[in-house]
């Protein structure tokens, strides 16, 4: 397993040479410098990805490298599961911003993600979940993930 070691400045260069294959972050905490190049090392490292919220890009989740839309669902609330109508999802993983998708979607870092359940809840027992659209048949909520995980 790939783990991060922290080396003094002067064998930097020696290690480089002698460990070519493995990506070498000079950083300095003295001096801050590199140190948002290190944290993306960690996290590369670390074995999850980042999903976010339409709503809200500014707080992502962490999920385990091949989790799908059913995860996140579950993570929201487990009748999100059985009340489940499709996915929106813009990212790696789609061919296209916003493409529905369903539960065994796999995610890939820095999805954006936006649930939409049947209507059959009330708004008191959800209430970051919004009427999406109306039709003859049955209403839509569209539902924001991340804010509801809190």
């Known amino acids: 397993m790939p783990m991060p070691y922290s080396i003094q400045k002067q064998k930097i260069f020696e290690l480089q040479k002698e460990f070519s294959e ?7 905490a003295k001096e801050n410098k590199n140190l948002d190049l290190l944290k993306e090392a960690i996290w590369g490292l670390s ?11 500014s707080k992502p989740v962490a999920l385990q ?14 009748e999100f ?5 499709y996915a929106k999802i813009t990212g790696p993983s789609t ?4 493409q529905k998708v369903g539960l065994n979607h796999e995610l890939q870092d820095n999805a954006i993600v936006e649930i939409v ?26 539902c924001v993930p ?3 995980l809190s």
């Open 22 to 28: 493995y990506e070498v972050v000079p950083v300095s």
């Open 47 to 57: 074995g999850f990805i980042k999903v976010y919220s339409k709503g809200d890009l």
């Open 65 to 78: 490298k091949g989790a799908s839309v059913k995860d996140v669902a579950q993570k929201i609330h487990k």
């Open 81 to 85: 599961v059985e009340k489940f109508r």
């Open 95 to 98: 061919k296209f911003a916003e």
């Open 117 to 142: 359940i049947n209507a059959t809840y009330r708004f008191q027992k959800f209430p970051l979940c919004l009427p999406e659209k109306k039709t003859q048949e049955k209403s839509q909520l569209s």
């Open 146 to 148: 991340i804010q509801c």
